[in-house]
T-cell receptor
Framework: AQKVTQAQTEISVVEKEDVTLDCVYETRDTTYYLFWYKQPPSGELVFLIR????DEQNEISGRYSWNFQKSTSSFNFTITASQVVDSAVYFC?????????????WGAGTKLIIKP | EPEVTQTPSHQVTQMGQEVILRCVPISNHLYFYWYRQILGQKVEFLVSFYNNEISEKSEIFDDQFSVERPDGSNFTLKIRSTKLEDSAMYFC?????????????FGPGTRLTVL
């Protein structure tokens, strides 16, 4: 069965620190997709990244970077030089196999608090 | 940039009443979804919809729920007789058939409060 685990319920750091949000997933499929979404206090879900299972290259987008490790079934998200505006709940999600019609299986989320 | 829209942003209803949550997906998208997020909890899949029929539904999506695409642009979620535990944020999402089918674009959500 598919499962996404975000073990960190809440992380609090001071602005400008780097922070890594962990995501571990379980799936039996060889083809799958992993996502990160941001949910700011306003409540909407903001897409950050999609990664497919055949592409293990790490990705960097500005202050954001993602580390995909198939060997450990992890897809961790790092924010470099954090800012107060990064404060939000971050969700990792998995979509696998044609049978599932691409529904997203979500982790519990990590609440990130960036203190000034 | 095209976006998914949802109305209303907040709905308050009495227990036992019917509610209809509305969504307008991105116009060239063909897969549609409803998700639910109870306050402070994770997002949960409710139902997916393709080619004018339900593709898949979760255990949450019982007989009290129904979805419809009445006019080719709107995508609605109906809850026939609301319960207190239906209070949640409801998100609609859409996804294109070709190109990047696994990226789902979410609407801003409708907060449903059942009293």
């Amino acid at each position: 069965a598919q499962k996404v685990t975000q073990a960190q319920t809440e992380i609090s750091v001071v602005e400008k620190e780097d922070v890594t949000l962990d995501c571990v997933y379980e799936t039996r499929d060889t083809t799958y997709y992993l996502f990160w979404y941001k949910q700011p206090p306003s409540g909407e879900l903001v897409f950050l990244i999609r990664r497919n299972s055949f592409d293990e290259q790490n990705e960097i987008s500005g202050r954001y970077s993602w580390n995909f490790q198939k060997s450990t079934s992890s897809f961790n998200f790092t924010i470099t030089a954090s800012q107060v505006v990064d404060s939000a709940v971050y969700f990792c999600a998995l979509s696998d196999g044609a049978d599932s019609n691409y529904q997203l299986i979500w982790g519990a989320g990590t609440k990130l608090i960036i203190k000034p | 940039e095209p976006e998914v829209t949802q109305t209303p942003s907040h709905q308050v209803t009495q227990m036992g009443q019917e509610v209809i949550l509305r969504c307008v997906p991105i116009s060239n998208h063909l897969y549609f979804y409803w998700y639910r997020q109870i306050l402070g909890q994770k997002v949960e899949f409710l139902v997916s919809f393709y080619n004018n029929e339900i593709s898949e539904k979760s255990e949450i999506f019982d007989d009290q729920f129904s979805v419809e695409r009445p006019d080719g642009s709107n995508f609605t979620l109906k809850i026939r007789s609301t319960k207190l535990e239906d209070s949640a944020m409801y998100f609609c999402a859409s996804s294109p058939l070709a190109g990047r089918p696994y990226e789902q674009f979410f609407g801003p959500g409708t907060r449903l409060t059942v009293l």
